[in-house]
């Protein structure tokens, strides 16, 4: 018998790949196993706290919101590389693949993990190198604070939060929603959740447009910058910024792995159909449910983190993996530090008014909740 360890390799360090990475290094025995965790920056960014972060920088909430790896693995039973995946090879034997590094580096794998989240538009978007973070933070403060008049572009949980995290920091500042949709948010949602953060906003003077779009923003998001809408509205701003949803970030793989929209396939045991020695979780997995971090943290990662023990153990996982059977509809939407509404899908939808979700989200973004994940 070979005396090789075996690789287990986790790309991306988010809610999901942290999680499983920290649970493997309590279960695989070291003296057998290499776990690597390979995130492109050296700190995890908590993107669900970073809107507050990105309009001010009261509090300095980028020491609490930029979480080094440093106390991930437990017992020191893990390796941390840094580094940007430019591709990944599944390999032609079983058991086997590589992925190659945007600096030339190889990394062979016998399992791997992808979680490697969404790319989003707009403040959020993080540039892919860390020398380049602070200062896109400080840009991103920089352009607020210097406009008057703000154009969100985009109507779902982001615009909302954001829009909420400007008036707080800048209560005189004109803020505008244009979202698409006849309501915020999307109809997996109740009615009244999306009516309700429509008041607290307009209650605000945070000024809502709904059922209206832009066919093409200007290249020019900053100001004075004039847009016309699909119903012939004339908006006018000194700032526009985008708050629509993600993409898988996904562009790294094979098309065989991909669906036609770019999130990869997978089996109720979060492995590729294909590909038995690699599992997938968070934002990029094809599964009919909203994507929340939420979502990757509790209820991907503890399936892929005993799944993938099993695997390593020899186990058939079609026969006593663990199951993923989806999860609850959950959400909740801050609007700054002192209010927000929240909604729970269960017994029929639950409402949460502003007092409890400013309690449990808005007035410290769940950051504590996320630092202790990765075991700050």
Do not use: C
């Not at 509404?341 to 769940?366: C, H, N």
Request: glycine share 12%; proline share 5%.
């Amino acid at each position: 018998m070979s005396s090789k360890k075996i690789t287990v390799l986790v790309l991306g360090g988010g809610s999901g790949g942290v999680v499983v990475a920290r649970s493997l290094s309590k279960s695989l025995d070291p003296q057998k196993h290499n776990l690597i965790l390979i995130n492109k920056f050296p700190y995890r960014i908590i993107l669900p706290a970073s809107l507050r972060m990105l309009v001010s920088g009261e509090g300095k909430l980028e020491e609490r919101i930029l979480v080094p790896y440093d106390k991930v693995f437990i017992n020191g039973n893990g390796t941390f590389i840094e580094g940007l995946v430019t591709q990944v090879n599944a390999g032609d034997k079983p058991n086997s693949g590589s992925l190659t590094l945007s600096d030339g580096r190889v990394i062979e794998y016998d399992v791997l993990v992808l979680a490697t989240g969404s790319k989003w538009d707009g403040p959020t978007s993080f540039p892919d190198e860390a020398k380049s973070v602070n200062s896109h933070i400080a840009a991103r403060r920089d352009e607020i604070a210097k406009a008057n008049n703000i154009l969100l572009v985009g109507g779902g949980a982001v615009g909302i939060e954001l829009a909420g995290e400007i008036k707080d920091a800048w209560p005189d500042k004109a803020v505008t929603i244009l979202n698409r949709g006849a309501r915020l948010l999307n109809d997996t949602y109740s009615s009244k959740l999306r009516l309700g953060l429509q008041r607290q906003l307009e209650e605000r003077g945070i000024k809502v447009i709904v059922d209206d779009y832009v066919e093409d923003l200007p290249a020019k998001s900053s100001g004075p910058v004039q847009v016309r809408t699909a119903k012939g509205r004339s908006l006018e701003a000194d700032l526009i910024l985008r708050t629509w949803g993600a993409r898988s970030n996904t562009t790294y793989l094979p098309s065989s792995f991909l669906t036609p929209n770019g999130t990869v396939k997978v089996l109720p045991t979060l492995q590729l159909p294909s590909h038995p020695n690699i599992f997938a979780v968070g934002d990029l997995i094809e599964w009919d449910e909203q994507k929340t971090a939420a979502k990757a943290q509790m209820g991907h990662a503890p399936v892929v983190a005993k799944n993938v023990e099993l695997y390593l153990q020899g186990a058939d996982l079609s026969k006593v993996g663990k199951i993923y059977k989806g999860s609850m509809e959950m959400i909740m939407v801050s609007n700054g530090r002192k209010t927000g509404m929240g909604w729970m899908g269960a017994m029929g939808g639950v409402l949460f008014g502003p007092f409890l979700t400013s309690r449990i989200k808005s007035k410290d973004l769940m950051i504590g909740m996320a630092r202790g994940a990765s075991g700050n």
